[in-house]
């Protein structure tokens, strides 16, 4: 793959976040040029701190939203990535109107960005599409079971919209789009404060606080180390031939929370209580991926076993935990000086 993505120009919206922040580095690593915008709303610079060292990369602060600036349009590109939405139910229901129209109107707008350079245009769709689902585990072929007036309904239903304005734009021949559903992913970058469930146990864990678990914790997950996804990703884009449709992207392994919640104390040697909170607003029961489709069509795999993504997870949380103490112990003795 490495020789088709060098000197690529690449545009990668939503690369601050934790998942695109990743796939700017992987891109860099391989050669290709690249373009990251991002408004910052749940995304960081800190998380591009290696990609600024490349002088292959450049960052935009622009929100997809709006009209994109004559400085990114004026520019060539070969690939597109809409990496841009929160992606974390406390995120992205912070601001519900955002996070629909970063879906609708983003999305729009890189794909006409994408049709006038000719460029493959890739969207970053999710499992959140299926809903709560009747169907387990979840293939390509199934439409999902969705509240459309729900709290969620702002991430679900824009999602399920960017789907169908890039198949719309596909289907008539203004350009070639890929689009992937992507399932529970975890890694370092991950926010403590985004509420997702593998940086809440982790972070809860490690400084010894109370965990938190979602009704009763049978709910099932499965967990995609955020390398893996990234590969993913690059080999949907990369995909030559017919349209392939959407593709799932995830780890096949399921386990309920509160096996989760083992593990992770487990690795981390917390002594944690579990405590009990009552469970979201259409929150799945159910949620792992069928991804025989991403095996057939991509080749494609994970690799990274649990233990492996969640200790290598476990040291950057822990990290980023010693650096704050660090900072202010730092800050107390400038203040007393």
Not at 176 to 198: C, H, K, M, Q, W
């Amino acid at each position: 793959m490495t020789s088709r993505i060098r000197n690529q120009s690449v545009l990668v919206a939503g690369g601050a976040g934790f998942l695109g922040s990743h796939l700017c580095d992987r891109l860099l690593a391989e050669g290709a040029r690249v373009l990251c915008i991002d408004n910052l709303l749940t995304g960081s610079l800190d998380n591009l701190e290696r990609a600024f060292s490349h002088p292959r990369f450049e960052f935009i602060l622009a929100d997809v939203v709006k009209p994109l600036p004559g400085r990114i349009t004026r520019r060539r590109f070969d690939r597109i990535y809409n990496l841009a939405c929160a992606a974390s139910p406390p995120l992205y229901q912070a601001d519900p109107e955002h996070t629909l129209l970063t879906s609708v109107l983003g999305t729009k707008h890189l794909l006409d960005l994408s049709e006038a350079k000719a460029a493959r245009f890739l969207l970053t769709s999710t499992s959140e599409i299926y809903g709560d689902p009747h169907v387990h585990p979840q293939p390509e072929t199934y439409w999902g079971n969705v509240n459309s007036t729900g709290p969620r309904a702002c991430y679900d239903e824009g999602k399920r919209c960017a789907e169908t304005l890039s198949f719309d734009f596909d289907r008539a021949g203004r350009g070639e789009v890929r689009v992937a559903r992507i399932f529970n992913t975890y890694g370092p970058r991950l926010s403590a404060e985004d509420g997702r469930v593998v940086s809440n146990l982790v972070s809860q864990a490690l400084a010894g606080a109370d965990i938190t678990v979602f009704g009763d914790g049978s709910q099932t997950r499965s967990f995609c180390y955020v390398a893996d996804l990234v590969g993913g990703l690059m080999a949907l884009m990369e995909h030559d031939g017919p349209q392939p449709g959407p593709i799932n992207l995830g780890n096949p392994t399921e386990l309920t929370v509160r096996e989760l919640v083992e593990v992770v104390l487990e690795l981390t040697g917390s002594s944690s209580e579990v405590t009990h909170a009552p469970l979201p607003t259409d929150d799945p029961r159910r949620r792992r991926p069928d991804i025989s489709k991403a095996a057939t069509v991509l080749d494609w795999r994970p690799s990274t076993s649990l233990t492996q993504g969640l200790n290598a997870t476990i040291d950057w949380f822990d990290q980023q935990a010693r650096a704050r103490k660090i900072a202010s112990a730092a800050d107390g003795v400038a203040l007393s000086a």
